[in-house]
């Protein structure tokens, strides 16, 4: 699949821009921090189920409904950027966490309803949740030393759970409409409990 060939293109330009960027830092106690920002962004996406369900469906979502499986992630990837740089600067917005409760039920129903939503107006949605996904993201890291490493691990990690659901819905789901609703349905429970948990005051 091209597209897939093109996302794969981008992801490891992404990386070797990282590296080059990695060797070019002094050693000692910089070349740690260097280190250390990036290992925090890299781990940093896998603490959460909400955004580790969250990236898979967009990659599921986009390469079942998409006419280029890329466009979804890469409107993802770019409005959670957008929203990191936000957040990281101190821009803050009152139940952000619900929100991004929200987007795992939204994105359940997403795989639910199939081409029944304008693809148009999922992405218009995916754009607002990611965004609030990378406000989010970005308060968290605003402290972190070389907080910009932070971000393009935050962004690789992300990148490589949209590839995850990418790869699935290529092997597993094209022919098992069956399997993508279960899948859907199954985020929506999440997303739900999520929701409540957030409500109540445990998430």
Known sequence: MPSLNWFSRSILLISTVLASRLAQAHTGVDAGQHHDALMQGLLHPL????HISAAIAVGVWGALFCRRAVTAPAVFLLSMALGAVLGGSGLAIEGIETVIAS??????????AGRFVPASWALAGLAAFAAAHGLAHGHELANT??????????????????????ALAKHLLTQRVWLQRSIGLSLG???SAL???????LA
Not at 47 to 50: E, F, K, S, T
Not at 103 to 112: K, T, Y
């Open 145 to 166: 030393p070389n907080a910009a490493l932070a971000l393009l691990g935050l962004m690789l990690t992300t990148a490589a759970l949209h590839g995850v659901g990418m």
């Open 195 to 201: 929701l409540l948990m957030t409500a109540g005051g």
């Open 103 to 112: 987007s795992v039920l939204v994105l359940g129903g997403l795989l639910v």
């Open 47 to 50: 603490g959460g189920i909400d």
């Open 189 to 191: 429970v999440l997303g």
